[in-house]
């Protein structure tokens, strides 16, 4: 089936810097979404991106949706201890009552 | 902003045990509603597509006979583990659509003697 790629699989940074995380496909979604997942609790929704090339922000954080439609970044910066957790991409081809493809995610440390 | 909750938070029970799981949509309605399940270290894997008021629609390789979902109302999915077993242990997420976005729940974990 279709597969959304993340990597690394860990990223280490410390307090205050800023971190980019890259997500990729080799088919086309028509929306990107990003979540951040703490342990033991359900995706939360940072960011939606439903137009190719578009380019939001949500606070420190920073999401473009891909002019392929093939691949979507999230940028987070000046980093704090809170970011720590592990972040999601996930594809939807059609509308939101349309199923989510989901990446392997990525577990952010930050260093205080 | 939306909100959905999952009944219980945690659940353990003996294996050949059936255990249900409620997913909510507090202040919104969802026709459609999914449900996830997540082991540890790993992403979140589409177990089936719940919509209000017919069959839900599983995924490849989830047997829709051990694991029975309800949709009764535009507010509530069931999600019921027939004749649990040890592999089923895991973390099981719902999500609900207001029709623009989907809002996770905050996750069932399950563990089966």
């Known amino acids: 089936g279709q597969q959304l790629n993340q990597s690394p699989q860990s990223m280490f940074i410390q307090e205050g810097e800023d971190v980019s995380m890259n997500c990729t496909s080799s088919?086309?979604?028509?929306?990107w979404l990003w979540y951040k997942q703490d342990p033991g609790e359900g995706p939360v929704l940072l960011i939606a991106l439903y137009k190719a090339g578009e380019l939001t922000s949500n606070g420190r954080l920073t999401a473009q949706f891909g002019i392929t439609r093939k691949d979507s970044f999230l940028n987070i910066s000046a980093s704090i201890p809170s970011d720590v957790g592990i972040y999601f991409c996930?594809?939807?081809?059609?509308?939101?009552?349309?199923?989510?493809?989901f990446g392997k995610g990525i577990t952010l440390s930050v260093r205080p | 902003g939306a909100v959905v909750s999952q009944h219980p938070s945690w659940v353990i029970c003996k294996s050949g045990t059936s255990v249900k799981i409620e997913c909510r949509s507090l202040d919104f309605q969802a026709t459609t509603m999914f449900w996830y399940r997540q082991f540890p270290k790993q992403s979140l894997m589409l177990m089936a597509t719940?919509?209000?008021?017919?069959?839900?629609?599983?995924e490849q390789g989830v047997e829709k006979d051990k694991f029975l979902i309800n949709h009764a109302s535009l507010t509530l999915s069931t999600l019921t583990v027939t004749s649990a077993h040890p592999e089923d242990s895991s973390f099981y997420i719902c999500s609900a659509s207001d029709g623009e976005t989907q809002y996770f729940g905050p996750g069932t974990r399950l563990l089966v003697l």
């Open positions: 996930a594809g939807q081809i059609t509308g939101a009552n349309s199923k989510l493809t």
């Open positions: 719940s919509n209000e008021g017919s069959k839900a629609t599983y």
């Open positions: 088919s086309i979604f028509n929306t």
